[in-house]
């Protein structure tokens, strides 16, 4: 039997409707999750703006709700009635590369959502459903959360493991200097977590309410890239050293320069952000082989982070409402999209 849900679906660029979805039931090897919150994140942004014009969608990878039915046969820690949070795709703890951990690269995820096998359907629409009230998922992208938790700040555990899985990259010592550059959502979510990795947390961004949220969020120093020579900001505050890692939330050049002008030696760069257009980094080999610096990239997240991230929001060790524009319902899914792609704001977050 058919399960009607109310879904946001971007029917074409800058179009999204709402409609009511025949879902499926779980099938063996599924979870039915009633979705209650869906954040709006870039990648949902992309298929809005129509750099990825794939239509009609229904996607939404960052979703808290409650475990509504167990599908038949499947064996799984949740039981009817625990809150989740969802992280997107999946993986498919097969290949190579989930065997190492690295799930956000299983190639054999990627090859069941270009043959549509991940909500694919008969009607047309693809995605993932996290924007629908239902959706029937693999609940090994699902991890439990405390009850007492609201859905809007509990759809924020991807964005957080997303900055989990950068920072444990890093390898953050305790009283380490992270320096963070772009305040927005995604910076703030890596200021999150690198203090509560214990490090001494600095942000960069042009803009002073963004340098403003991100101090109240914990960071402990703000550094302005207009206000003069951005090592030299750094150094004044820093015991006259440069970071020890530097975390690119914003995909634009002039944040890549500036983290290689803030990386100290033997330090390293993570290239959080991706960027659009991807404009090439030019680097003298010189200064990566006589500094000894390294420069890496993240993306997205593998199992451990995902649980880990439910953890500290569902502990009260991190508290991600700095990362939260604002709840906006379903119907107005609309207007959501029309806030949420604008420069200036943090999370929209769709409620259902
Ligand atoms: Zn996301
Ligand atoms: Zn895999």
């Known amino acids: 039997m058919a399960i009607k849900s109310r879904a946001a679906v971007i029917v074409e660029k800058e179009h999204v409707e709402v409609r009511e979805l025949d879902m499926a039931e779980p099938g063996p090897g599924q979870v039915l999750v009633r979705q209650k919150a869906c954040a709006l994140c870039t990648l949902e942004q992309r298929f809005f703006t129509g750099v990825f014009p794939k239509y009609p969608g229904c996607w939404g990878h960052e979703v808290s709700g409650v475990v509504e039915a167990i599908g038949p046969g499947t064996i799984t820690p949740l039981k009817v009635g625990d809150h989740v949070a969802r992280g997107g795709g999946s993986a ?3 290949c190579y590369d989930c065997a190492m951990g690295y799930d956000s690269m299983c190639w054999i995820e990627k090859e069941r959502l270009a043959r549509q096998q991940v909500g694919g359907r008969a009607d047309g629409i693809t995605g993932i459903f996290g924007m629908s009230q239902y959706a029937s998922v693999d609940p090994h992208n699902l991890v439990k959360m405390a009850d007492h938790v ?15 899985n950068a920072v444990d990259k890093l390898e953050v010592e305790l009283g380490q200097t992270v320096v963070i550059i772009g305040a927005g959502a995604m910076g703030l979510a890596n200021v999150l977590v690198c203090k509560a990795r214990g490090a001494f947390v600095v942000v960069s961004d042009l803009d002073a309410q963004r340098r403003e949220r991100a101090l109240k969020a914990g960071a402990h120093a703000a550094l302005d890239p207009s206000a003069g020579d951005i090592a030299e900001q ?7 050293r440069l970071a020890d890692a530097v975390i690119v939330a914003i995909g634009v ?8 002008k803030l ?5 390293k760069v993570m290239l959080f952000a991706s960027a659009h257009p991807g404009v090439p980094i030019s680097i003298d080999p010189n200064i ?8 890496t990239g993240s993306t997205s997240k593998n199992r451990k982070s995902l649980m880990r991230a439910s953890l500290l929001i569902s502990r009260g060790i991190i508290d991600v409402k700095p990362m939260i524009e604002e709840a906006m319902p379903i119907d107005q899914a609309q207007q959501a999209f029309e806030r949420a792609v604008q420069p200036d704001t ?7």
């Open 346 to 352: 943090y999370r929209i977050v769709i409620t259902m």
């Open 92 to 94: 498919c703890d097969q």
């Open 288 to 295: 990566v082989h006589r500094s000894g610096i390294w420069i």
């Open 234 to 240: 750094l150094n004044a505050i820093n015991d006259g």
């Open 253 to 260: 050049k002039p944040a890549n320069d500036d983290a290689l």
């Open 150 to 164: 609201p859905f809007v700040e509990a759809a924020l555990v991807e964005p957080i493991a997303c900055a989990v």
């Open 263 to 267: 990386v100290a030696s033997c330090g």
